[in-house]
């Protein structure tokens, strides 16, 4: 095994770890920590396959960003609560049919598709590349994402509204 398949593995070996830790955590804050253990996880398998913007942002947007918002968020749901929330999840069965569903079709797509085995030689400039595909290719699911994030925004206010 080549020193790169050896990274490979072992990263991908602490992203499952780390992923499964996420969503079988019984503590809220615990599953926090092990969602920034699988995000900064990812952003090494970016740089293993030299996409070194990818990880910059994977890095700085979720792994900085969106734990920080989600470990205030948690912060202020108890303050607001006045009470500790209970942090177990009852639908453990529930999610490990849609988990084992999702990962049978993924693997019937990966084993059936037509994948290529080597890595497509990357010319020019990356980022600029994907600042170009992002803005002209994928616009619509970019602005459809944006539309997402602004509906959960719109919730997130709703819930933390003050009842009169």
Known sequence: MSLGAAAFWGLALVLLASSLAVVLSRNLFHSVLYLAVALVTTA???LHLE?????AVQILLYAGGVVTIVVFAI??????????LTQTN???ANGAIVSVTVLVALLLFLTRGNLP???PPLTGDLTQQIGRDLLTRFVLPFELLAVLFLAAL???LFFA???D
């Not at 912060?75 to 500790?84: A, C, D």
């Open 44 to 46: 090494g398998l970016f």
């Open 51 to 55: 996409a070194e913007f990818l990880a």
């Open 75 to 84: 912060m202020l749901t108890e303050r607001l609560v006045g009470e500790r």
């Open 90 to 92: 009852r639908q453990l």
């Open 117 to 119: 085995r080597e890595r």
């Open 154 to 156: 719109l919730g997130a």
């Open 161 to 163: 509204r003050r009842e």
